[in-house]
């Protein structure tokens, strides 16, 4: 077991790796198929012994081996959290679903709820610094996600569409009645995957964590001086992780308050 967690810890670093950069080239609209890394800096190509995950970071000690400028820290902080999410994600899956990895369909599903997570945590990325959702990355999670359940829950496939497209009416609605204010149409196509994910079950607790931890947030910043109340903030970061919180304790906010 100990070794397995070593394995999706790497794995989770290299990946890491792959969403600072696909963090990094989307907003830019650069491909990220084409061309090898270079430094932000001194635009120096790096070369593949300094590109190694979070190693090479810690080797050159933060610092590009051509300029000797400061690396930012973006870059080891998203792997780590990446091959953090891994362990975790395998962990409650292990814990909680009884995925033990000993049959062709715990791999598939590991593999989903992985893909997934970068998927989501590259848009929180994304969206945190530039106030954008790609659609690519919200309609890669929307096929990945209706695949996955076509093959492996069809019997309540319509019931996972009917959640996303419920939760995107409503943040539509919201959309509507502020003008674009307070909701975007990039949170509003992201509402089709948040949806999906959590289920009409759990949908409306992921909404409702979403926009408590959202005005938590802003009112928190706007008490020690860091945004103003017409200050614009970004709320796919609120979103997605209303879908962690959702997941982790859903099913208890929906017997605390009696739905259940």
């Known amino acids: 077991m100990l070794l397995g967690y070593l394995f999706l810890f790497v794995l989770g670093l290299v990946f890491g790796s792959f969403i600072t950069a696909l963090s990094w080239r989307i907003p830019r609209e650069i491909s990220f198929v084409k061309g090898r890394s270079v430094c932000p800096n001194c635009r120096n190509k790096i070369s593949w012994y300094d590109n190694i ?12 081996r051509n300029c000797k400028k400061q690396i930012s820290l973006r870059y080891p902080l998203i792997e780590i ?92 609605f919201v959309h509507l009645v502020t003008k674009g204010k307070g909701m975007g149409l990039g949170d509003v196509k992201f509402a089709v995957l948040g949806g999906m994910i959590t289920g009409l079950k759990l949908m409306p607790a992921w909404l409702f964590l979403s926009f408590l931890t959202g005005a938590a947030v802003g009112i928190i910043l706007i008490l020690i ?10 709320f796919g970061p609120f979103l997605i992780l209303g879908i962690a919180l959702t997941l982790a304790f859903g099913n208890n906010i929906i017997r605390l308050i009696g739905l259940e």
């Open 81 to 172: 959290a990446t091959a953090l999410g891994f362990i975790v994600i395998f962990y409650f899956a292990n814990t909680f679903k009884g995925l033990t990895l000993q049959s062709v369909n715990d791999v598939f599903t590991l593999t989903f709820y992985l893909v997934i997570f970068l998927i989501l945590l590259t848009i929180f990325i994304i969206d945190l610094g530039y106030q954008i959702i790609p659609d690519s990355l919200t309609f890669a999670g929307i096929s990945v996600t209706f695949f996955y359940l076509l093959l492996t829950a069809s019997n309540s496939i319509f019931n996972v569409v009917f959640s996303g497209f419920l939760a995107a009416t409503f943040l539509l």
């Open 225 to 234: 001086g860091k945004a103003k109340m017409k200050t614009k903030i970004a």
């Open 53 to 64: 995950p979070l190693l090479s970071y810690i080797i050159l000690g933060g610092k590009c």
